[in-house]
């Protein structure tokens, strides 16, 4: 295929190498002389563990070139790829202005072009600029998004000083965008990699390097604080870090990582704040282990405001135990929930159809009678009734069925979901906690 990159800086050469060392003939873009002249003679504009030697092969057979013109590099390729820069502001946000100038130029080159092109941005941009990017090409060109072009995101993940290894080996590759074909071209060019090629939303894939990146960062904060404590005690970290990753059924794995409600039960808060509270005592400073049961906090209040601002007061609470499948109330975010609710004045009915009172024993029992003396005034045995006599039905355990329920569901005031029923969605008065 034959492709254009704009921008020969980490992300640009390294990409221009590989893609022309698996075959591609590839046309590098630039505003800077000294970049042009590298590549022009066979050198990286990179210093990159074993760059040198793809580019100088590269250019030996002839697969390589670049230039300063943007029309010449769009008329000869049916593929551009962006990896201009988007260094970050003071206050977070990115300085996105070569980007939206590299779009003027694709416009300006396409409006003298007959065939359909293809444009990938794979420099990191926020949720949005794809959508924009497409707007100034329909500007600057007078053609279409989806007849004349189309825009793919295409985030990349190479690190600095194993680009090329990266490049070659990645964990998985992500291309988003509303254009078949033009979604199929560039996943063309990554099936020769041994990685799985996910197809998804435009957004979903302009936002997921931010989570990827931001999730490392907080690994390693949250490595570092359990180092801390660690040394604080004279126990070896890195023999506690290699225990905890050998857990992948919970630690390193899926479990845990989905959107959802608060985390609860007796083991959770008491253990990290048992991990807090012992660095503490050995005056450990740990700000990302102490933040976590604010963060909780904060979207357990998120629930109530979003009870609160349907203005109802008659509420159903579909789920009440700390897990479904369980009667176990301890620590429960769902009867803290309840509690709040009924000492703000609301109406509550509760079902949960494994929570039955007269076979709540020992702790169990005595924590319900402390926190929901009351609960027998509350709790219902039949889900239809419950549901029928309510204005808000708050969804709090995933095995509710919702189909055999939609004809009662449909008429609320609302539905708030804290778990993700998937055939709720499509309701109009359906809310997710944070989707």
Known sequence: MKISIFGLGYVGCVSLGCLAKNGHEVIGVDVSDFKIDCINNGRPTIQEKHIDDIIAEAFANGRI??????????????????????????????????????????????????????????????????????????????????????????????????????????????????HTGALEKVASIYRCLDAPIEVTDIKVAEIIKYVNNSFHALKIAFANEVGSICKSLQIDPFKVMDLFCKDTRLNISPAYMKPGFVYGGSCLPKDLKGLVTLGRDHYVDTPVLAMIDASNEQHRKKAFEMISNTGKKNVCLV???????????????????????????????????????????????????????????HISNDLETAIAGSEVVIISHRNFESKEYRHLLKDKAAIIDLVKVHDLEELPNYEGICW
């Open 319 to 377: 789920g009440l135990s700390f897990k479904e499948g369980t009667d176990d109330l301890r620590f429960s975010p769902f009867v803290e929930l309840a509690e709040t609710l009924i000492g703000k004045g609301y109406r509550v009915t509760i079902y949960d159809k494994y929570v039955r009172l007269s076979k709540l024993v020992g702790a169990n029992k005595a924590y319900i009678n402390e926190r929901l003396p009351h609960l027998s005034e």
């Open 65 to 178: 070139s670049a230039t300063n013109c943007s029309e010449e590099a769009v008329h000869n390729t049916e593929l551009s790829i962006i990896c201009v820069g988007t260094p970050p502001s003071s206050n977070g946000h990115l300085n996105l202005s070569y980007i939206f100038k590299t779009a003027e130029q694709i416009g300006k080159a396409l409006k003298t072009k007959d065939e359909f092109h293809t444009v990938a941005i794979r420099s990191t941009v926020m949720p949005g600029t794809n959508h924009r990017f497409g707007e100034i090409v329909e500007e600057f060109s007078g053609k279409k998004r989806g007849v004349a072009f189309s825009v793919v995101s295409n985030p990349e993940f190479l690190r600095e000083g194993s680009a090329v290894y990266d490049y070659y080996h990645p964990a998985i590759t992500v291309v988003g965008g509303d």
